[in-house]
Each structure stands twice: as C-alpha cells, then as structure tokens.
C-alpha cells in the first residue's frame, strides 16, 4: 500500500496571506489527524477527522481549519498568516477507530 | 492533563546500546508509542505498546513499561549509524483520539 501522501512538502507565503495544505490517507484509512511542529512547541495536535466529521480539535485559533472529503482525503487551511505559523505540518491516518497513526512526509511552511 | 517528557540528548558509540527515556502523566493512556524522525523527514512509527503490557520485543528494538511509574523506555541494541535521529515517545487515549508527544531525544551515534 501507498503510504500517507501530503502536498505541496514545501511552501512560502507571506503575513496576512492564507494557506491549503492536502494530506491524502493510507488506503483504507478513515482517519486523518493534522499536528504542527515548531522548534518552540514540539508536536501539537491540530484536529482529526473521521468519515468527513472532525472528532477532535487541539488549542488552535480559528485561523486554522480543516476538512475531509467522502474519500477521506482532507485538508488544513490557515487564514491570515503570521510568522509563528511557520512549520512542519503533519499529517497522519489511522484506520477505523484504531490507534496506530501512520505519517506522511510533512509539508513545511515557511511564513515571510 | 496529560504531559510526556524525554531527556534531550543521548550520544552513543557504535555497537553499544541505547537506551531512550519517557515519562507520561496520564494513567488512563491506552497506548505508548516511539516514532522516529530524521532530519528534514516525516515520523516513522518504531514500535508500539499497548498499557496492559510490560515488554515488547521487535527486532532490535526493546521497549519496556512501568505502569506503576509512568515511565517507558526503548532500546536498541546494536545501535547504527543510521539509527541517529530524534526519536519521540508519544502516548495515545488520555485526551481523545490524539497524540501527545514528548519533546523528542536527539540520539547522536559516533562511529
């Protein structure tokens, strides 16, 4: 199997603009999570989907949105950019209701 | 709430062993996980263990926990060059379908 896809893996925006990163799961796999990493911060959970409902949300402001697609491929959207969003998003899949969260490549945000 | 924590560095020759540190503060954890991270890549999940376990064997690689203690190690025997990187302990079930990583430890393998 393909393991867990994500694009674009690397991105520069500037402040103030908004941004859409794509994760695309393991086959088979409903789930999808989203964390940051910073050098600041660590690893934080952003949010998780499952079948197109997001079932859990981490400490992020309003800027930062997801989704997913009936073929559980999903996406984050970061509105208005600032400079502390610059990161390594990651994007994980696990299957129905199972624990073990598979990573993709990352993409890495630089914010200008 | 739930914390993770590692130590930050380890530096180990070539041959020996490793072993890698984590303490959790959620008892109601369901699993433990070590994901490993080279640098400018994604995390690879290692190895995991479910919390009614003591001991999981894979490989080269030993993971050991106490329950009693909130603590969880990983070893590797026969460390390899190729084993440096920063390797993260993660617990998952405390707050919902999430994982919450520790800090990571940088393991450095001199030749």
């Known amino acids: 199997k393909a393991g867990v896809t994500q694009t674009p893996r690397y991105l520069i925006k500037t402040r103030g603009q908004q941004v859409t990163l794509s994760c695309s799961p393991i086959s088979g796999h409903r789930s999808v999570s989203w964390y940051q990493q910073t050098p600041g911060q660590g690893l934080q959970f952003l949010f998780e989907y499952f079948s197109e409902t997001q079932r859990n949300k981490g400490n992020f402001p309003g800027r930062f949105s997801g989704r997913q697609f009936s073929n559980s491929r999903s996406e984050m959207n970061v509105s208005t950019l600032e400079l502390g969003d610059s990161a390594l998003y990651h994007c994980?899949?696990?299957?129905?209701?199972?624990?073990?969260?598979?990573f993709g490549p990352g993409t890495r945000l630089l914010v200008l | 709430g739930e914390d993770v924590e590692q130590s930050l560095f380890l530096s180990v020759r070539e041959g020996d062993s490793s072993v890698i540190n984590c303490t959790y503060t959620d008892s109601s954890s369901t699993y433990l996980y070590w994901y490993k991270q080279e640098p400018g890549a994604g995390l690879q999940l290692l190895t995991y263990i479910f919390s009614n376990m003591d001991m999981k064997q894979d490989q080269r690689l030993t993971v050991l926990l106490n329950k009693k203690d909130k603590h969880l190690s990983l070893r590797i025997a026969d460390t390899q060059t190729g084993d440096s990187a920063i390797y993260f302990c993660a617990e998952f079930g405390a707050a919902g379908n999430k994982l919450t990583f520790g800090g990571g430890t940088r393991v450095l393998v001199k030749p």
């Open positions: 994980a899949s696990s299957q129905d209701n199972q624990e073990t969260q598979y």
